[in-house]
């Protein structure tokens, strides 16, 4: 019984000693470990240029990369700089090359119109004076013994009021003097003493409208005239094209 209880107080007391050797062991791993993280924190101090040596090259050729990369962008940035002028230019060579092309259809339009316009200028100042020449013997003569075949060949000549103010004349004064003195009037356009074409001119023209001087000799028998009386007259006349030719719209005697 003795040795029983003895013992049970030696193994109480060897438990006791393995806990305390336990607490102790780990006390001291606690101060290894402690000791040890200042160890580390060289070592990761040493270790860091390495890595550093290391991520430096790395970034080297990174660095390198990003600056061919940036050339490129530079270079085509620059390119697009020098495409932004050209563009320009090219733009205001093809505004001044169309506005040249713009105007040299009009100027070619124009000088078309013109020249068209004095083609029929010239041909209406032809075409005018032949008729005049023709006309104006017609219309200032006219003989008592066929007033009206005469009259009715000088109103072919005629156009718009005049022919209406021709009538008019012929029949309320012209015929009943002529009947009555038995008038008889023969008119001609003038020619040169010496010559040549007839005294008649243009003094303007366009296409649709031309005037025309003439000089007239006009030779008038009655019977209160003892012999023929020659009478030199100017007249003026204004023809305009019609759909039935060139006709008299004005006569005046100057």
Avoid at 210 to 235: A, E, K, Y
Wanted: no cysteine.
């Amino acid at each position: 019984m003795t040795k029983a209880t003895v013992r049970g107080r030696a193994g109480t007391g060897t438990s006791a000693r393995q806990r305390s050797v336990a607490a102790a062991a780990r006390a001291a791993s606690k101060r290894a470990e402690k000791a040890r993280e200042p160890s580390l924190g060289e070592e990761a101090a040493t270790e860091s240029p390495v890595v550093g040596e290391a991520s430096g090259s790395g970034t080297g050729a990174e660095v390198e990369a990003r600056e061919q990369v940036k050339g490129a962008a530079r270079d085509e940035a620059g390119t697009e700089k020098s495409a932004k002028p050209a563009r320009r230019i090219s733009g205001a060579v093809t505004a001044v090359v169309a506005a040249l092309v713009a105007a040299g259809l009009v100027a070619a339009a124009v000088l078309g119109w013109e020249y068209r316009e004095d083609q029929r200028t010239q041909e209406a100042r032809t075409e005018a004076l032949a008729v005049a020449r023709k006309a104006a013997p017609e219309i200032l003569s006219y003989d008592y013994r066929h007033l009206e075949r005469d009259f009715a060949k000088a109103r072919a000549h005629l156009t718009g009021s005049f022919a209406g103010k021709y009538r008019k004349t012929t029949t309320k004064v012209v015929a009943p003097t002529a009947e009555k003195y038995h008038g008889v009037v023969t008119a001609t356009v003038a020619k040169p003493p010496a010559g040549g074409a007839s005294a008649a001119s243009v003094v303007s023209a366009s296409p649709e409208k031309v005037v025309v001087l003439l000089f007239m000799n006009q030779v008038t028998n009655s019977t209160q005239v003892s012999g023929p009386r020659l009478d030199l007259n100017r007249v003026r006349m204004t023809f305009v094209d019609t759909s039935g030719g060139w006709k008299v719209s004005a006569l005046d005697a100057l």
